[in-house]
């Protein structure tokens, strides 16, 4: 089970900390990531990590302004998300894979079928 919470309303330029919470599997070998999806739009991955060695991968549109980290003793993924611009607005999930990794996560295709959290929402206003 994941179970995202951090989202809320917040000004352009603003920062936000999204976390993931993960139980029922190993969470100190498997890779999980944050995507996001604004309306009419596909579910596109953010940022990802793998657990075991923190190897990190961003999209081009948040490098520099998004930071993913895991806690391993928490069963907790983070994402803190500085500068914000209305761009980044949109439902955040995070999901997990065990047999790939962060880059990996990131990229592969939408899968309704995969490991997700019901997400949270962001709000950015100009």
């Known amino acids: 089970q994941l179970v995202e919470s951090g989202g809320g309303l917040v000004e352009e330029g603003g920062s936000l900390r999204l976390s993931c919470a993960a139980s029922g599997f190993t969470f100190d070998d498997i890779a999980i990531g944050w995507f996001r999806q604004a309306p009419g739009t596909e579910r596109e991955g953010v940022s990802c990590?793998?657990?075991?060695?923190?190897?990190?991968y961003y999209a081009d549109s948040v490098k520099g302004r998004f930071t993913v980290s895991s806690d391993v003793a928490k069963n907790t993924a983070y994402l803190q998300m500085n500068n914000l611009k209305p761009e980044d607005a949109g439902f955040y999930f995070c999901s997990v894979d065990m047999y790939l990794d962060g880059q990996e996560l990131c990229q592969r295709a939408f899968d309704p079928y995969d490991h997700w959290g019901q997400g949270t929402q962001v709000t950015v206003s100009s």
């Open positions: 990590i793998s657990t075991h060695n923190g190897n990190t």
